[in-house]
């Protein structure tokens, strides 16, 4: 079975990173959609130790450790119909260090690149 987004190395690393920095083995990334924001949806992570028993995980593991780790992404049901396909990855650069994603169901983009559109709310307004 394919995974229902794409969760890159780098962006597990960072995670294994913040994980370790922490001390607490036991989190994982939540990723999740809200409304809000200035495009009508807003993306948001959190730290969680426990999924909730519908939630989709994606387990990617994390190179370059002296033994196999890997980290794991839950997403919610009603976020994941939003993050569908989506690419999750983590970018470092002139600008600053963030957790990116690259979602094909959003439309439109604000410039934060936190918040979005999709194409069934665009046509409703």
């Given at each position: 079975?394919?995974?229902?987004?794409?969760?890159?190395?780098?962006?597990?690393?960072?995670?294994?990173?913040?994980?370790?920095?922490?001390?607490?083995?036991?989190?994982?990334?939540?990723?999740?959609?809200?409304?809000?924001?200035?495009?009508?949806?807003?993306?948001?992570?959190?730290?969680?130790?426990?999924?909730?028993?519908?939630?989709?995980?994606?387990?990617?593991?994390?190179?370059?450790?002296?033994?196999?780790?890997?980290?794991?992404?839950?997403?919610?049901?009603?976020?994941?119909?939003?993050?569908?396909?989506?690419?999750?990855?983590?970018?470092?650069?002139?600008?600053?260090?963030?957790?990116?994603i690259?979602?094909?169901?959003?439309?439109?983009?604000?410039?934060?690149?936190?918040?979005?559109?999709?194409?069934?709310?665009?046509t409703?307004?």
């Amino acid at each position: 079975m394919s995974e229902p987004l794409t969760f890159t190395t780098h962006a597990a690393a960072k995670v294994w990173e913040l994980i370790s920095e922490e001390g607490n083995f036991n989190l994982k990334l939540r990723v999740y959609v809200t409304g809000g924001g200035c495009s009508g949806f807003q993306y948001g992570f959190t730290f969680v130790e426990r999924p909730e028993d519908d939630d989709a995980v994606v387990v990617q593991s994390v190179p370059e450790q002296e033994k196999e780790t890997s980290v794991q992404l839950l997403i919610d049901p009603l976020s994941l119909q939003y993050l569908a396909g989506a690419t999750i990855d983590y970018k470092e650069d002139i600008e600053g260090e963030q957790f990116i994603i690259q979602n094909p169901n959003a439309k439109t983009t604000c410039g934060c690149g936190s918040s979005f559109t999709t194409e069934d709310d665009a046509t409703e307004h």
